[in-house]
C-alpha cells in the first residue's frame, strides 16, 4: 500500500503569491481525476525528504481512503495562489486545492478552505473536514456545524470504519479542547465539534461520556 501526501511546491513563508506557488498550481491538475486519484491528491509523493522539503509539517501517520493510505499535513505555510492561478483549475482539481489551504497555519485561510469543502460530498475530502473538528478553533467547527444537515452520515461512517484510530484521536482532542477553553462558554453537548460528530453517528467511543451524563443531570 503507497503512502502519499499532499505537497505541492511553495516557498514557505512568503507572504503572498509568487511565480513558483503559480507554477505549482498549474501542475496540480493536467487530467481529469478518478476517485483514486483524488485520493492521491496532488501528485504520487511517498513519505521522503521532498515531502519534508514541501513547506509543510507532516502528520505523524496517515488515514485510509477507498484503501489508500493518505498522509495530512498538520500546518502548511504555502502561499496562496493567484485567483487566475484557481480560476483555470477543474472542478475536482480546485477541491484537492482547498482541501490543501485547510491545513493552512492561518485560522483565517483555514475557514475560507472549509466553506469550499465541507457541502462537497467526497470520500477523499471527509478526512480534512473530521481534521478540523479535532482543532481549537471553534468558528471553523460552527461553519461545519451550518452545514451539517446537507451531510452524508454514510459517507463519514465508512470514514470512520476504516480509520478508527483516527476517530479516537479525534474525540480525545475534542474533548481536551472544550476542557481547555470552552467549558465555560457552553455544555459539552452543545460544543459545535461534538454536536457535527453527534449528527453524523461518529462519536461512538466512551470519550465525553461523563461530561454528557452531567449534561444531562
Given amino acids: 500500500m503507497s503512502h502519499v501526501c499532499l505537497s505541492p511546491s511553495h516557498d514557505r513563508g512568503s507572504p503572498g503569491p509568487t511565480s513558483a506557488t503559480n507554477r505549482s498550481i498549474s501542475a496540480i491538475v493536467r487530467w481529469e481525476p478518478s476517485r483514486r486519484q483524488c485520493a492521491r491528491t496532488l501528485s ?5 525528504s521532498r515531502c519534508r522539503r514541501s513547506g509543510h509539517r507532516s502528520s505523524s501517520g496517515g488515514v485510509i481512503v477507498s484503501g489508500e493510505t493518505v498522509l495530512i499535513p498538520s500546518r ?49 475530502v471527509a478526512p480534512f473536514v473530521v481534521q478540523l473538528l479535532g482543532e481549537y478553533v471553534i468558528e471553523i467547527a460552527e461553519v461545519i456545524e451550518e452545514a451539517v444537515e446537507g451531510l452524508s452520515p454514510k459517507l463519514y461512517q465508512d470514514f470512520a470504519r476504516e480509520n478508527p484510530s483516527f476517530l479516537q484521536l479525534t474525540r480525545q482532542r475534542v474533548v481536551s479542547y472544550w476542557v481547555t477553553f470552552y467549558r465555560s462558554r457552553c455544555s459539552f453537548s452543545d460544543y459545535p465539534p461534538f454536536k457535527v460528530m453527534h449528527r453524523l453517528g461518529i462519536w461512538q467511543g466512551l470519550e465525553g461520556r461523563r461530561l454528557l451524563d452531567r449534561d444531562d443531570s
Fill in 44 to 48: 504520487r509523493q511517498s513519505r521522503s
Fill in 76 to 124: 502548511t505555510f504555502s502561499a496562496e495562489p493567484a485567483e487566475e492561478s484557481v480560476e483555470n483549475l477543474g472542478t475536482e482539481a480546485r477541491l484537492v486545492l482547498a482541501c490543501w489551504y485547510s491545513r493552512h497555519y492561518s485560522g483565517f485561510v483555514r475557514e475560507q478552505a472549509t466553506r469550499r469543502i465541507v457541502d462537497v460530498e467526497r470520500q477523499w
